[in-house]
């Protein structure tokens, strides 16, 4: 008799506290005690522009004195949307009736009401908190009393002669296009996870990095304060040891040097998984860099192509990392996954975010908040570096 079949297997399921981002959810709430880029710093302008984070739809602008604006999309009045507003020097008002709002959600006029609506002053267009910084937008989206302050990074503000900060929209790291249709954290789990490298990005695909990276490495997994830490040990033909050190840090960044070995010492940049809904997600990412357009050099080729030259067909053949991960479907089924010993990093990461979720539940404060400019530096151990054997031995 055939054993082992298909046949009869139970109804797969995801683990929603996990996965899901939109309000009232665990998750949700999680992510919503932090500041996640909503875009560029250029981006917020005099024309509207659509933005979808952790499940909501916003209207991101700039007023004509220079205030970024982030407002509820739907107008408050009728409902259509601020998409199609105008941009003016106190806010933006509504194509429909031209109420308008300014960047705080008050609203200043009424031209349809008489004496440009004496009770304007009732009306509050849903909005949102924001601040620039590295070339982007960052955006609260939390409990107002529990605001923290925008967290800064050593490693993007401590620069070496001739560096200076860029910033990046384009989801470098996801390893496909601007959105990837997939949940947010099957991809933030990847960056704990090690050994797909030399398989996916060493052999299976070609060398996607350089040949070195190629090579199965030793590998120590540890939680911090901040996320969970990934070392990695590769010896060299020389003697050598390269020892290259991954994060992933709360809320959803990613801390990867890059693969390219461009550069030893501390990592360049960092990318941010926006999860825009619970099927898909963005990257934004800033970055030290001495020449314009640096950043975008640190993507992947397949076959010597940009993942959006290459055919149909040579997706099949030279799989990358939005390949694998849009592979396990819009939201991968957990259980019916079977972890073994090289999965570590990832059941650390989920029991991090598991505590996390507990601590917020309790009305606590999660990790990596701040509500001090002092204890809004955060420092990250990711970076790269060249050993001689005997000082790991």
Not at 13 to 28: F, I, K, N, Q, W
Not at 95 to 116: A, F, I, K, M, S
Not at 216 to 238: A, I
Not at 278 to 307: C, N, P, Q
């Amino acid at each position: 008799m055939d054993t082992g079949t298909g046949y009869g297997r139970p109804r797969p399921s995801y683990r929603r506290e996990l996965a899901e981002v939109g309000p009232g959810t665990p998750m949700g709430e999680l992510l919503r005690r932090y500041w996640h880029p909503v875009g560029l710093s250029s981006d917020a302008g005099s024309v509207p522009k659509k933005v979808r984070a952790l499940g909501e739809d916003l209207i991101l602008f700039r007023d004509g004195s220079g205030r970024p604006g982030l407002l509820y999309a739907r107008c408050a009045h009728r409902g259509t949307t601020l998409y199609y507003g105008r941009v003016e020097e106190r806010g933006i008002r509504c194509c429909y009736h031209g109420w308008l709002w300014d960047v705080d959600g008050r609203c200043l006029e009424q031209p349809c009401e008489p004496g440009g609506g004496a009770r304007r002053e009732r009306f509050r267009q849903p909005w949102y908190p924001v601040e620039e910084r590295y070339g982007l937008v960052f955006a609260y989206l939390g409990p107002p009393e529990k605001k923290p302050v925008l967290p800064r990074y050593d490693c993007l503000e401590e620069l070496a002669p001739g560096e200076f900060i860029e910033a990046d929209d384009s989801s470098i790291g996801s390893g496909g296009p601007q959105i990837v249709p997939c949940n947010w954290l099957q991809h933030w789990e990847n960056v704990v996870d090690p050994f797909h490298v030399p398989i996916l990005h060493g052999s299976f695909s070609g060398a996607q990095f350089v040949p070195e990276m190629a090579a199965m490495p030793e590998v120590r997994f540890e939680t911090t304060s901040r996320g969970v830490k990934v070392t990695q040990l590769r010896r060299r033909e020389d003697g050598r040891i390269h020892r290259r050190v991954t994060e992933v840090v709360m809320p959803t960044l990613r801390v990867v040097p890059n693969p390219r070995l461009a550069k030893f010492g501390k990592v360049e940049s960092i990318g941010w998984v926006l999860p825009i809904d619970d099927t898909h997600f963005r990257i934004y990412v800033a970055g030290r860099v001495t020449e314009r357009g640096e950043l975008g050099r640190f993507r992947s080729k397949m076959a010597g192509k940009y993942w959006w030259e290459l055919t149909e067909e040579e997706h099949r053949r030279y799989p990358g990392d939005y390949e694998a991960q849009t592979g396990q479907g819009p939201i991968t089924y957990h259980s019916e996954e079977h972890f073994a010993t090289s999965d570590k990093g990832i059941a650390l990461l989920r029991r991090f975010l598991e505590r996390q979720l507990a601590i917020v539940a309790a009305g606590g404060d999660p990790a990596c908040v701040a509500f001090t400019e002092r204890e809004a530096l955060i420092r990250v151990e990711a970076g790269q570096t060249l050993l001689d054997a005997e000082a790991v031995a």
